[in-house]
C-alpha cells in the first residue's frame, strides 16, 4: 500500500483584490475559491471522482467545440438583432420616401407624426 501524500500548503486561500461591489464579481471570487480548493484537493490527491471527472472533461476537446458553438450561436442571435433594428430603419425610410413621392406628385402632405386620410 502507498504512503499517503503530505498535503501540500497553500499560502494565500482566498482572492486578492479588492472586495466585490457587484454580484457577478461576487461570483467570480467565489468561482476562483473553488477552483483553488479543487485545485488543492488535486495537488493533494483527495479530489473526488467528481472533481477529477469534471476538469478532465473541462479541458477535453468535446467542451471546447461546445464553447464554440456557443459562442456562434450568441453571434447569430446579435446578428439577428442587428437586422431587426436595420429593418425599423428601413421602414421608416421608405416611409419618408412615398411621403416624398406623394409630394412630387402634387398631392398634399401631412406634416411629420400625423395621419392624413383623404
Request: aromatic share 6%; hydrophobic share 30%; glycine share 8%.
Amino acid at each position: 500500500m502507498q504512503p499517503r501524500k503530505q498535503p501540500t500548503v497553500v499560502t494565500q486561500n482566498h482572492v486578492s483584490g479588492p472586495p466585490a461591489t457587484t454580484p457577478a464579481e461576487r461570483e467570480q471570487q467565489l468561482t476562483a475559491l473553488a477552483y483553488n480548493l479543487v485545485e488543492q484537493r488535486l495537488l493533494d490527491g483527495t479530489a473526488t471522482s467528481q472533481e477529477t471527472t469534471f476538469f478532465l472533461k473541462l479541458g477535453g476537446e468535446r467542451e471546447q467545440l461546445e464553447k464554440e458553438k456557443l459562442r456562434r450561436e450568441n453571434n447569430l442571435l446579435e446578428a439577428r438583432q442587428e437586422q431587426l433594428g436595420k429593418g425599423d430603419r428601413m421602414e421608416e425610410l421608405l416611409e419618408r420616401a412615398v411621403r416624398a413621392f406623394k409630394g412630387y406628385s402634387g398631392e398634399e402632405i401631412p406634416p411629420d407624426g400625423e395621419e392624413y386620410y383623404a
